[in-house]
Structures are given as structure tokens and as C-alpha cells.
């Protein structure tokens, strides 16, 4: 069965350093989103993309935030110059596009500034 | 913004006993109730979801109630198994962007 794939599964950064969480989203799938955990809290919706461009994006996602889908198969986020409280459970997921509702999600990528 | 409540936050239990987890939500614009089960090491995964056009929906051991009056929406399951016990989620989100706003999460633990 497709799934979703994340990389690394861990990264330990030092606070102000640029991080890039990888995902590679099921491959017939043109919805993609990054969603973060911070440890204890809720699972929440940091920006969805398609078609090359972000569809939308919650408060979390501000400048020091950025998404790229490089090639046909990876999807970025990039934090630019980390803080303390981005640490969390990083989860990238996708979805057909007239299937939006069903999002299969990643393994997730555990990011911890120090 | 869409608010969603989640209770309780564990739930230990026998096998072969049921299991009920609740959520609330604010929005009376959400229409579609999603629930996921994140076991350890992986992502949510859907396991069953709910549309605001309906009461009731049932897969084999998991059913979920919808009271769109009262804001509220259960996941039941029946005859417990050990590989059940997981972290369970609600969410709410609205046609268009279905982007979910996920309660806190239900640590199940089923006891052998």
C-alpha cells in the first residue's frame, strides 16, 4: 500500500539554524500539507500546496516558514532560523485532489532546537 | 475559529470491553468529522470519518454518532482488542479546504 514518507525521523538543531523537514507524498496525490505536534498539545495545520503554490496557510506559518516542492516527488519545509518552541512533531500528509478530505499522513519528523 | 474538545484524555480498559471517546466542537459551519488512530511511531491514519448529513456510520467493531444540534461526536468500539490501544483523534473541518482542527488526542489502552 503507498504511504507516506518522511525524512530524517529525528533532527536535533541548534536554535537560529535553517532545518529542511523532507516528505514524499503518495505519488498520484497533488495535495500536500505539514501539520506540527508540539509535545502535549494538539495536532495543528501549519500550510497546505498545490499545483506549485500555497493553498492556504494557518497563523503558525509566518516568513520564517517556507515550502518548496523542488521535483516531482519531494515536499519541503524549511524553517529558517529555528526557535526553542519550533521544537515539535513535524507530519507531512496528502490527498487526491477531489479526495481532499482523506489525507493520508507520514511517519513525522521529530525536531528538537536546543 | 473551530474549536475541538476531546475527552478523556486516557482510556484504559479490559479486552472485550467497549470504548467511548467525545469531542465538542464550536463551529456549526463544520460538516465533516474525521477520527484518527496514531499508533506509536507512525502518523494519524483515518479510520473511519463522519458527514454532518448523517447520525450514525458503522465499520465492523467501530461506529461513530454525530449530534449536530448539541455539537457533540462519539467514537465507539466494540469487543476491545490489545492492537486497539493507541492514540485516538478527533477532528472537525468544513467542505473546501476539509483542513481538520484536531481535538487533543485519547490515549486507548486495552488490557489483555
Known amino acids: 500500500e503507498p504511504e507516506v514518507t518522511q525524512t530524517p525521523s529525528h533532527q536535533v538543531t541548534q536554535m537560529g539554524q535553517e532545518v529542511i523537514l523532507r516528505c514524499v507524498p503518495i505519488?498520484?496525490?497533488?495535495?500536500f500539507y505539514w501539520y506540527r505536534q508540539i509535545l502535549g498539545q494538539k495536532v495543528e495545520f501549519l500550510v497546505s500546496?498545490?499545483?506549485?503554490?500555497?493553498?492556504?496557510k494557518s497563523e503558525i506559518f509566518d516568513d520564517q516558514f517556507s515550502v518548496e516542492r523542488p521535483d516531482g516527488s519531494n515536499f519541503t519545509l524549511k524553517i529558517r532560523s529555528t526557535k526553542l518552541e519550533d521544537s515539535a512533531m513535524y507530519f507531512c500528509?496528502?490527498?487526491?485532489?477531489?479526495?481532499?478530505?482523506?489525507?493520508?499522513f507520514g511517519p513525522g519528523t521529530r525536531l528538537l532546537v536546543l | 475559529g473551530e474549536n475541538v474538545e476531546q475527552h478523556p484524555s486516557t482510556l484504559s480498559v479490559q479486552e472485550g470491553d467497549s470504548a467511548v471517546i467525545k469531542c465538542t466542537y464550536s463551529?456549526?459551519?463544520?460538516?465533516?468529522f474525521p477520527w484518527y488512530k496514531q499508533e506509536l511511531g507512525k502518523g494519524p491514519q483515518l479510520i473511519i470519518d463522519?458527514?454532518?448529513?448523517?447520525g450514525e456510520k458503522k465499520d465492523q467493531r467501530i461506529a461513530v454518532t454525530l449530534n449536530k444540534t448539541a455539537k457533540h461526536f462519539s467514537l465507539h468500539i466494540t469487543e476491545t482488542q490489545p492492537e486497539d490501544s493507541a492514540v485516538y483523534f478527533c477532528?472537525?473541518?468544513?467542505?473546501?479546504?476539509?483542513?481538520?482542527?484536531f481535538g487533543r488526542g485519547t490515549s486507548l489502552i486495552v488490557h489483555p
Open positions: 500528509a496528502s490527498s487526491l485532489m477531489d479526495s481532499k478530505e482523506t489525507q493520508y
Open positions: 505519488s498520484n496525490h497533488l495535495y
Open positions: 500546496f498545490y499545483n506549485n503554490e500555497i493553498s492556504e
Open positions: 463551529d456549526s459551519a463544520s460538516n465533516y
Open positions: 463522519i458527514r454532518s448529513n448523517v
Open positions: 477532528a472537525a473541518s468544513k467542505g473546501g479546504s476539509y483542513i481538520p482542527t
